[in-house]
């Protein structure tokens, strides 16, 4: 993976996995994907009642989150300030999506119980993100 945030987190003596460490920030979240370009890693928490197909997973990573960065980046660059991050609210669970410094994003779907902005802030300091 080449986004710089990516690889910081992953070479950190502190974070052995960067999924890991997502996953500890609480127990409403449900997965986590890092996508750059065609390269997709996807982890999902074992066990999960009503969990969605790891083939549409993956073409959400490598089709549908891209797009929304690129559609909602380029709306808010005009007038709006940019783009921070995205919250997709699906049937079963909230999909918090955040592009990367350095290209690619990461996606986290939370639990509809959750409240999923809640995880900007520590996802922000994980990732190194500003």
């Given at each position: 993976m080449r986004s710089s945030a990516f690889r910081q987190l992953r070479e950190s003596p502190a974070v052995a996995d960067p999924a890991d460490a997502i996953f500890d920030l609480s127990p409403a979240v449900r997965y986590v994907a890092f996508a750059h370009g065609q390269d997709v890693r996807l982890r999902e928490r074992p066990g999960l009642s009503a969990a969605s197909s790891g083939e549409s997973d993956r073409y959400e990573e490598l089709l549908v989150n891209p797009a929304l960065i690129t559609l909602a980046r380029q709306r808010g660059d005009i007038d709006c300030?940019?783009?921070?991050?995205?919250?997709?609210?699906?049937g079963s669970f909230f999909q918090v999506v955040m592009p990367l410094d350095g290209g690619g994003h990461v996606s986290v779907a939370v639990e509809?119980?959750?409240?999923?902005?809640?995880?900007?802030d520590p996802l922000r300091a994980l990732l190194g993100q500003p």
């Open positions: 300030g940019g783009l921070d991050y995205l919250i997709v609210a699906y509809r119980s959750a409240a999923p902005t809640e995880l900007v």
